[in-house]
T-cell receptor
Framework: GEDVEQSLFLSVREGDSSVINCTYTDSSSTYLYWYKQEPGAGLQLLTYIFSNMDMKQDQRLTVLLNKKDKHLSLRIADTQTGDSAIYFCAESRWGDDKIIFGKGTRLHILP | NAGVMQNPRHLVRRRGQEARLRCSPMKGHSHVYWYRQLPEEGLKFMVYLQKENIIDESGMPKERFSAEFPKEGPSILRIQQVVRGDSAAYFC?????????FGQGTRLTVV
């Protein structure tokens, strides 16, 4: 079946690294995504990774994929107040294209 | 290249009225998805359309909800005889080759 699980809340001090975790159940997932949603706004695609990759880095963002454990993580280095948002993990399969989302992790930045 | 455009941004309807939500995909994108986000919830897939075809409507309620994506013009999500439980944010996304981009959403309030 299709299921994407995330913890609902994460609190991090400004300047520290944030690590948001996600697990998925569909072993045929092809694309794994991280989206950011700020209050009252739509979803912004942050980054995505193909299932044949282990890691992808883009400036302050690092995505790690453990395909064996079906575990995806998003690391945000030097977390800033502007990073405060809900982060959604999502997956899709080639040929299906329907994107399945987790419930989102609300990242709270402590001063 | 404008992003995915949704209108209206906010829509208020009385119980029993019809709600029509519009979505114009990004230029060159021929796939449109509709998602519903309830307060404090993740995104739930509703329907996936290509031009003039419904590909997957497994997430659509069986009654009162319909969607279309005509050859010309935007995709329309129509909700007939709205009830309070239909109050939510409705997001549209368009994609090409696995990368999906979201609109800002339409926030429907049923009073």
């Amino acid at each position: 079946g299709e299921d994407v699980e995330q913890s609902l809340f994460l609190s991090v001090r400004e300047g520290d690294s944030s690590v948001i975790n996600c697990t998925y159940t569909d072993s045929s997932s092809t694309y794994l995504y991280w989206y950011k949603q700020e209050p009252g706004a739509g979803l912004q695609l942050l980054t995505y990774i193909f299932s044949n990759m282990d890691m992808k880095q883009d400036q302050r963002l690092t995505v790690l994929l453990n395909k064996k454990d079906k575990h995806l993580s998003l690391r945000i280095a030097d977390t800033q107040t502007g990073d405060s948002a809900i982060y959604f993990c999502a997956e899709s399969r080639w040929g299906d294209d329907k994107i399945i989302f987790g419930k989102g992790t609300r990242l709270h930045i402590l001063p | 290249n404008a992003g995915v455009m949704q209108n209206p941004r906010h829509l208020v309807r009385r119980r029993g009225q019809e709600a029509r939500l519009r979505c114009s995909p990004m230029k060159g994108h021929s796939h449109v998805y509709w998602y519903r986000q309830l307060p404090e919830e993740g995104l739930k897939f509703m329907v996936y359309l290509q031009k003039e075809n419904i590909i997957d409507e497994s997430g659509m309620p069986k009654e009162r909800f319909s969607a279309e994506f005509p050859k010309e013009g935007p995709s329309i999500l129509r909700i007939q005889q709205v009830v309070r439980g239909d109050s939510a944010a409705y997001f549209c996304a368009s994609s090409r080759q696995g990368e999906a981009f979201f609109g800002q959403g339409t926030r429907l309030t049923v009073v």
